[in-house]
Each structure stands twice: as structure tokens, then as C-alpha cells.
């Protein structure tokens, strides 16, 4: 890990160049290839509910002002840690058609890190809200074009289009924004940037695939309200809700993972996108240390075929019975291989549905979603799990 200079922090395969308004760019330092507009806070007047967002102008571009930059290398991480304050109408007018010209300061602490072999910058963002009835979004330039992108489910990774098809005559029209789980990717023949989120749910694709925009905070004032534009009546009860406008401090921790483009052998979509998901998730479930006995070992280990699979560990943990419930999704279209190697061995195991054995649970739905077959249990004592398009497999498993 270095730091050529201030604001510029490198770990050998990427590098960093954050400006004083906390947007940054990252570069490829193998081909130098660029992903310039990361991060750029955009504010726009809010006039709907808590059900439905309605613009109302004029939008804040690049609300963040250039503040107080500082670079440190500590270890294994570099980070450019950004104070700055946003500008922001208070509020709409009377007649909640715009904003208001008067303006507050919303003091934002940005933190962009970088760490040493990683191929994801994170992102810490915290929020002082002071202003009312506005939505605040962090933009992302993806350097491409497309007509779809993936996002993330619960237990599926899903293809969905860049724009929206019309619904003529519903009651309310479908609008860009979406629900995400934690990854939003978008990738083309010129490579592509996936968003890896920790807590956030809504995020939209704008200009055909060039940018993704991750909804941070929606300040309102109404659960429900009746005089939208985009929706004909109202969505629920009619009932104010100062603490919708999420006044006060807010943390926001997200990640950006750069798509290189394809080369000769490579499949982009596929290939780029398992990687970026892998890196989403360890940053989501970031490693945690316990005190042992002074030995070295490793309770499992999970090799696929193909090494790029979108094959996700879920769950790892005891059951009641003294068996280790082990559970794998597959969160795309392909077909997978998984070899677990335990570090005791695997003696035996029982497939199960999500309820893991535990019929009192009832009729709860678990029990009908296609699950995997049993496991294979080699000589060595690990374990090989077939797992088809979308299943999940869900295995407890008895070790020596």
C-alpha cells in the first residue's frame, strides 16, 4: 500500500484519486483504464411520501463543496478520509411545487479506502441531514452502454432491463427505481462497474447503463399523500411524519468493484461478474477473529467448477443435534460444482428444505422450494454438492 501524493492512494493493481469534494476515479494500473465520476452526491427536491418519490426542483448537482482532505496508510489499508459540507434548500415552498431558495449546510464526512490485494474501493459516508423533503443520491459512471443489468435478490442474481417499459393506465406507473439486495452490476463490451451495497435498498440506472445512482436518503413528511403526479390517489392513510425527514446523522457504507473489459478467453458477463460478486460479499461479511488453541485450521473450504460461480455459502453454523448446517444457493443460471472439505472430515449427511429438519415449523412455503440433492461424501471425508440454476441445498452435516 502507498500514497504517491495527497488525495492518491495505491495497492499495485488499482489506484485511487479522490478530489476534495469526496468524488473519486479508480485506475487500472495494469492497462490504465479509467472509471472517472465515482461518488457524486446529487440532491433532488422531494414533494411525495413515504410510498413514492416525486420530484420537485431544482436538483443539487455535486452537492458536496470541495472541503478538508487527508490520506493515511495504515497496514494493509489506505484511506482518504473527506470533511465537507453540503448546501442544500431547507425545504419546498408553501405550495410544495420547488424548493425554497433558502439554503442549509449538511456537514458529510467522506472515507474512501482502499485495501492491500483487493479489487473493490469501499466507501463510508456520513450524513448530517439538516434539510427537508429532498432525496440525496450517490451517482457511479460506468464507462459503458447497455440495454440491462444484473442486481441482487435474496437468493437470485436478476437480469433486468436498463429502462422501464410504460404500463399505460396503472394506478401508479412504474418509475426507474428498484430494489436491490446488495450488488448492482452493469458491464459491456467496454468493461462496466458493479455497486455492492450494505443496508441500502433502492438504486437506479440511468443514461442507458452509464451510470448507477444508489438512493442514500428520501426525506419526507407524509406517510401517505393524494396530490402526486405519479400516482392517482392516495397509498395509504393520510398521516405526517416528521421523523421521515431523517433529520440528524446517517451512515451509509457501500463499495465499487471495476469490470474490466473482455479479453480473448474470457466470457465479460459471466466471468467479471461472479469475481464482483464474491468481493461484494466479503465486504458485507468482512472476516471476524476469535481466540483458539494456537493451532492452524480452516473449518471449511469451498472450491466450484466453474472458479467463478455465482454459488454463494449462506449459511455455516451448529445445529441443536451436534450437525453443522451448511447451506448453498445458487444465485444464477448455471450449473455448479462444489467441493466442501471440512477440517475433521465429513462422516455423514442429511439433506434438508429450509425449515433444516424442523417439521413443527408448518406450512411456511420453505418446504416446497426446489432444494439440491444429497451430498457425495468422498474417502477423504469432504463432501461434492451438485447444485442446479437457482436451487438451494441445505445439508447437515455430522463431522468426525
Known amino acids: 500500500m502507498r500514497s504517491a501524493e495527497d488525495g492518491v492512494i495505491e495497492n499495485g493493481d488499482l489506484r485511487v484519486e479522490v478530489a476534495a469534494d469526496g468524488t473519486f476515479a479508480v485506475v487500472d494500473l495494469h492497462d490504465g483504464h479509467r472509471w472517472e465520476r465515482q461518488n457524486l452526491l446529487t440532491s433532488d427536491g422531494d414533494r411525495g411520501d413515504e410510498y413514492t418519490f416525486s420530484y420537485a426542483g431544482p436538483t443539487v448537482e455535486r452537492a458536496a463543496q470541495p472541503g478538508d482532505r487527508r490520506t493515511e496508510v495504515r497496514g494493509d489499508r489506505a484511506a482518504v478520509t473527506v470533511e465537507t459540507v453540503m448546501r442544500l434548500p431547507a425545504s419546498l415552498r408553501p405550495d410544495r411545487l420547488a424548493r425554497v431558495h433558502e439554503t442549509v449546510e449538511c456537514p458529510v464526512r467522506i472515507t474512501v479506502s482502499l485495501d492491500a490485494g483487493a479489487d473493490r474501493v469501499e466507501v463510508e459516508t456520513v450524513i448530517d441531514n439538516r434539510a427537508r423533503d429532498h432525496r440525496l443520491r450517490a451517482e457511479f459512471d460506468t464507462g459503458t452502454r447497455t440495454l440491462t443489468h444484473h442486481a441482487g435478490a435474496a437468493f437470485a442474481i436478476l437480469e433486468r432491463p436498463d429502462r ?80 421521515a425527514q431523517c433529520i440528524g446523522p446517517q451512515r451509509f457504507r457501500y463499495c465499487v468493484v471495476p469490470l474490466r473489459a473482455a479479453t480473448e478467453g474470457h466470457r465479460l458477463g459471466h466471468w467479471s461478474f461472479g469475481r464482483a460478486l464474491r468481493s461484494v460479499r466479503e465486504f458485507l461479511s468482512p472476516p471476524w477473529t476469535g481466540r483458539g488453541d494456537g493451532s492452524s485450521r480452516t473449518l471449511l473450504r469451498l472450491e466450484t467448477d466453474p472458479p467463478d460461480a ?22 444464477g443460471p448455471g450449473e455448479t460444482t462444489a467441493r466442501l472439505t471440512f477440517d475433521r472430515g465429513c462422516v455423514s449427511s442429511r439433506t434438508a428444505d429450509l425449515r433444516e429438519g424442523d417439521v413443527e415449523l408448518g406450512n411456511t412455503g420453505l418446504d416446497v422450494i426446489r432444494t439440491a440433492g444429497p451430498l457425495e461424501i468422498a474417502s477423504d471425508g469432504s463432501a461434492v454438492a451438485h447444485v442446479r440454476p437457482y436451487e438451494i441445498g441445505t445439508w447437515l452435516v455430522r463431522l468426525r
Open 164 to 243: 422501464v417499459p410504460p404500463r399505460p393506465g396503472w394506478v401508479e406507473p412504474p418509475t426507474n427505481e428498484r430494489c436491490v439486495h446488495d450488488i448492482v452490476a452493469v458491464h459491456g463490451v467496454t468493461g462496466g462497474l458493479a455497486v455492492g451495497v450494505d443496508g441500502i435498498r433502492e438504486y437506479a440506472i440511468l443514461d442507458d447503463g452509464g451510470r448507477v445512482a444508489i438512493t442514500l436518503v428520501r426525506a419526507v413528511g407524509w406517510l401517505s399523500r393524494g396530490d402526486l403526479r405519479e400516482r392517482r390517489g392516495h397509498a395509504g392513510p393520510e398521516l405526517e411524519t416528521p421523523t
Open 310 to 331: 455465482t454459488l454463494q455459502l449462506s449459511s455455516l453454523r451448529a445445529s441443536p443435534d451436534g450437525e453443522v448446517v451448511v447451506r448453498l444457493a445458487a444465485m
